[in-house]
C-alpha cells in the first residue's frame, strides 16, 4: 500500500484530527502516516519509503529528498514553497506542487486591515481608551488614504487582489514585479515602477507580495528602508526574511519608519526576543491572514485533490518545477 506523509507543526495546528486526510487517501489506495515529532531523525526515517509527502513549513531538504526511494509528490499546503529544496527534487524527478489561490482574497483582506490598523493608529487608541484616557492627541499625525500611493512588492494574485481594496479608498497603486507583464500593470490600471528603490521613494504605504527566494531575501535592508518617506507604513504577509527585521526594528525605533504590520516572522513563532513585539508602532499577528473557516476547508480539499490525482497516475494540477516534465514556467 502506498503511504502519505503529514508533517510540520503549522499542519497539526490546523488539523488535530485528520480523518478526512485518511479518508481521502483510500482513493488512492494510500495511507496515511503523520509524523507529529519535529525530530529530524524520525521524519526522514517515515519519508524514505513514502508515495507521497505534505507538509506545512516543515524543512525538507536535499539530504532528505536524497533519501527518497518511491516519492511522486511533495506537497506543500500552502501558497509558499521556500521550506522545500525544489531543486533537489528536480534532480530526482519529484514534482513539487502547492496550494496556491486558496486563501487569495483572505490574505489580501489582512494586508489592508493591518495597513489600516496601523495608519489609523488603533492599537494605541485602543489601549488608551481601555485605560479611561479618552484623548485622540495622543495618536496624531494620522494621514488619509486618498490621493495617497500604496507600493506594492509583488503583482501576483494577492498583489492583484488588492489593487481593488485599495483603490476603493482612492489610493493609488504602484508596483515592482519584474516578472509579470505590462499588460496586467495596463488591465489593473496600476503604476509600473522598474527599479524597486523608485517605488520605496514614492509610496506612502508598502505591502509585500513576494515568495522568499535567494533574490527576495532582506529585499528590504538597512539601505532599502532608509529611502522611504518618513510617515510610510509597511506591511508583510508574505515571509518574515524579506525584511531585515533588525534593520525594520531599529526603523521603527527611531521613527524612520511610522508604523509596520506584520503577520510572518523569520522564526516562528518568534521567541520572547522577538524586538518588534515590543513596539508601539508594530503590530504582530500570528501568521494568520490565511485564515478563515472557507480558507481552512479549501486548502485541504485542494491538497487531497492535488496528491489523490497524482497517486492515481495524473499530472499535478499546480506544479512548481514543471523541469520534471520536460517543460519550463515559460514554455
Same mark, same amino acid.
Given at each position: 500500500?502506498?503511504?502519505?506523509?503529514?508533517?510540520?507543526?503549522?499542519?497539526?495546528?490546523? $488539523?488535530?484530527?485528520?480523518?478526512?486526510?485518511?479518508?481521502?487517501?483510500?482513493?488512492?489506495?494510500?495511507?496515511?502516516?503523520?509524523?507529529? %515529532?519535529?525530530?529530524?531523525?524520525?521524519?526522514?526515517?517515515?519519508?524514505?519509503?513514502?508515495?507521497?509527502?505534505?507538509?506545512?513549513?516543515?524543512?525538507? %531538504?536535499?539530504?532528505?529528498?536524497?533519501?527518497?526511494?518511491?516519492?511522486?509528490?511533495?506537497?506543500?499546503? *500552502?501558497?509558499?514553497?521556500?521550506?522545500?529544496?525544489?531543486?533537489?527534487?528536480?534532480?530526482?524527478?519529484?514534482?513539487?506542487?502547492?496550494?496556491?489561490?486558496?486563501?487569495?482574497?483572505? /490574505?489580501?483582506?489582512?494586508?489592508? %486591515?493591518?495597513?489600516?490598523?496601523?495608519?489609523?493608529? #488603533?492599537?494605541?487608541?485602543?489601549?488608551?481608551?481601555?485605560?479611561?484616557? $479618552?484623548?485622540?492627541?495622543?495618536?496624531? !499625525?494620522?494621514?488619509?488614504?486618498?490621493?495617497?500611493?500604496?507600493?506594492?512588492?509583488?503583482?501576483?494574485?494577492?498583489?492583484?487582489?488588492?489593487?481593488?481594496?485599495?483603490?476603493?479608498?482612492?489610493?493609488?497603486?504602484?508596483?515592482?514585479?519584474?516578472?509579470?507583464?505590462?499588460?496586467?500593470?495596463?488591465? #489593473?490600471?496600476?503604476?509600473?515602477?522598474?527599479?524597486?528603490?523608485?517605488?520605496?521613494?514614492?509610496?506612502?504605504?508598502? *505591502?509585500?507580495?513576494? +515568495?522568499?527566494?535567494?533574490?527576495?531575501?532582506?529585499?528590504?535592508?538597512?539601505?532599502?528602508?532608509? #529611502?522611504?518617506?518618513?510617515?510610510? /507604513?509597511?506591511?508583510?504577509?508574505?515571509?518574515?526574511?524579506?525584511?531585515?527585521?533588525?534593520?525594520?526594528?531599529?526603523?521603527?525605533?527611531?521613527?524612520?519608519?511610522?508604523?509596520?504590520?506584520?503577520?510572518?516572522? %523569520? *522564526?516562528?513563532? !518568534?521567541?520572547?526576543?522577538?524586538? #518588534?513585539?515590543?513596539?508601539?508602532?508594530?503590530?504582530?499577528?500570528?501568521?494568520?491572514? $490565511?485564515? *478563515?473557516?472557507?480558507?481552512?476547508?479549501?486548502?485541504?480539499?485542494?491538497?487531497?485533490?492535488?496528491?489523490?490525482?497524482?497517486?492515481?497516475?495524473?499530472?499535478?494540477?499546480?506544479? /512548481?518545477? +514543471?523541469?520534471?516534465?520536460?517543460?519550463?514556467?515559460?514554455?
Amino acid at each position: 500500500m502506498k503511504t502519505i506523509v503529514l508533517a510540520g507543526r503549522r499542519l497539526f495546528m490546523k $488539523w488535530d484530527n485528520i480523518a478526512y486526510f485518511e479518508e481521502r487517501a483510500k482513493e488512492a489506495n494510500a495511507a496515511i502516516v503523520p509524523v507529529r %515529532s519535529e525530530d529530524e531523525n524520525d521524519f526522514r526515517s517515515a519519508v524514505k519509503d513514502a508515495s507521497a509527502i505534505i507538509v506545512i513549513a516543515k524543512t525538507i %531538504s536535499r539530504e532528505a529528498i536524497e533519501s527518497l526511494s518511491r516519492c511522486e509528490l511533495i506537497l506543500t499546503l *500552502s501558497v509558499g514553497h521556500d521550506c522545500v529544496d525544489v531543486n533537489a527534487a528536480t534532480k530526482r524527478g519529484i514534482p513539487v506542487s502547492n496550494v496556491p489561490a486558496y486563501c487569495t482574497d483572505d /490574505v489580501a483582506n489582512h494586508s489592508m %486591515s493591518l495597513l489600516m490598523a496601523v495608519a489609523r493608529k #488603533l492599537t494605541l487608541l485602543n489601549h488608551e481608551t481601555k485605560h479611561t484616557r $479618552w484623548d485622540y492627541n495622543v495618536a496624531k !499625525p494620522i494621514y488619509t488614504f486618498r490621493g495617497k500611493c500604496l507600493g506594492l512588492i509583488g503583482l501576483g494574485k494577492i498583489g492583484r487582489a488588492i489593487v481593488p481594496k485599495a483603490k476603493g479608498l482612492g489610493m493609488q497603486v504602484a508596483a515592482y514585479d519584474p516578472y509579470v507583464h505590462d499588460d496586467i500593470f495596463q488591465l #489593473l490600471d496600476v503604476k509600473r515602477e522598474y527599479e524597486l528603490n523608485e517605488m520605496l521613494k514614492n509610496s506612502d504605504y508598502i *505591502s509585500i507580495h513576494a +515568495p522568499l527566494t535567494p533574490e527576495t531575501y532582506h529585499l528590504l535592508d538597512k539601505k532599502a528602508l532608509g #529611502l522611504l518617506r518618513k510617515h510610510v /507604513v509597511i506591511v508583510n504577509t508574505s515571509r518574515g526574511n524579506i525584511i531585515d527585521e533588525q534593520a525594520l526594528y531599529e526603523s521603527l525605533k527611531s521613527g524612520r519608519v511610522a508604523g509596520a504590520g506584520i503577520d510572518v516572522m %523569520s *522564526s516562528e513563532p !518568534p521567541d520572547e526576543s522577538f524586538s #518588534l513585539l515590543y513596539l508601539d508602532n508594530a503590530l504582530v499577528t500570528p501568521h494568520i491572514a $490565511w485564515y *478563515s473557516e472557507e480558507s481552512l476547508e479549501r486548502v485541504r480539499i485542494q491538497g487531497m485533490d492535488e496528491t489523490v490525482n497524482v497517486l492515481n497516475g495524473k499530472r499535478p494540477r499546480y506544479i /512548481v518545477n +514543471p523541469e520534471v516534465f520536460g517543460f519550463s514556467n515559460t514554455d
